[in-house]
């Protein structure tokens, strides 16, 4: 018998907790944080790391020909998250993001070879880039 009430009890008690956690990942009033699923961390850090291969490498990454303002780990996932470009306790305020939203990044070389033209990405982009950084920065494979 105690056994059971004792099932019973933990079954109540994981539903509240699951209760709990699902409420959170609606989207809740402004400032309250969104929790992200462990599916959504890891497509948002494919998508992320997709997004600085196409749009950054050529200029931020090791292997660049040439590496411009020093920032030459745009696909280094554990010196990015670490660098000053991102602020995990105020993702808006990031230069990884503010760069791109500004329309500041990324750029494309002009007639005379240098990274002068200047390109803005879709909304849908940076906002990738947001949902990355608010998502904890979560590592890709
Ligand atoms: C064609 C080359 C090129 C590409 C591609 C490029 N950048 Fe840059 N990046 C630059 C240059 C040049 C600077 C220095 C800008 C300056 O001093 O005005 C820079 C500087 C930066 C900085 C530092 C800005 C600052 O004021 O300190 C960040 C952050 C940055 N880039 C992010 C990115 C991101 C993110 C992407 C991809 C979405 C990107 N860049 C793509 C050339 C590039």
Redesign the pocket.
Known sequence: MRAKLSIALLCLLACLVFACESQQTTEGPKDTPRTYTEAEKAQLAADFKK??QE??????DYG?K?I??K?DY?LDHEQLVKS??VKLDNPEAS??????VEG??????DADG????K?M?PKA?ADL?LNWLKAGAPAWK
């Open positions: 997004l600085m749009q950054c490498a050529e200029c931020h660049a040439k411009y303002d920032i745009l000053k470009i230069e990884l993001y503010t760069e791109i500041e990044m990324p750029r494309k070389f240098k990274p002068r033209v390109v990405l982009q880039v």
